[in-house]
């Protein structure tokens, strides 16, 4: 072999060394991300799951308020209560929209099982206000039944953060 051939081949296995690592950083680091990306999206699936609960847990917390100073409301403000009721829930429907859109089967999933009963407790709240505009009492009692639907809601999105949670670790330790 040629002194020419042996100077220039070190600087080409040196060359060819450093492309391969080069390769090797990039599928890596393209790795890194699509498990990023994956989290991200669970993260934001987690974030709406979260926003929706504390939305409701709002509204509930409102139309308790408002029972208790019913009575001192006239038939126009009760009348913009219950608007605004129905807005605060319409806003957390919305927000399932979102978490639908994000795609992916579990968002889907959460989406409808939150969806259900957040469309029928926006019908118990607005029915529990209407009730103690007559009969504050007949409003509470009515309150009772929205409590339990928004029980459900919070157990939904309770289960569906515990899973997130727990597909995240198990995404982690892959």
Known sequence: MKIQTRFLLVPAVASALIAMLGGAAIWSMRIEREAIDRLNERNRSTELV???RTRAAETNA?????LG????????RVKDERKAVRERVDTALLLVA????LGGEDSAETAGAL????????????????LA???ANTGL?????????FVVLVKVADEAARLARFKSVEEYQE
């Open 141 to 149: 009692a009515a309150m009772q039944t929205a409590d339990q639907e």
């Open 133 to 135: 505009s007559v009969d």
């Open 62 to 66: 409102h139309v308790y308020r408002l």
């Open 98 to 101: 979102d978490l639908e859109k």
């Open 50 to 52: 979260q926003r929706i």
């Open 115 to 130: 969806g259900k009963p957040l469309t029928r407790l926006k019908k118990l709240l607005d029915d529990a206000i209407d």
């Open 69 to 76: 100073l019913i009575g001192s409301f006239d038939d126009a």
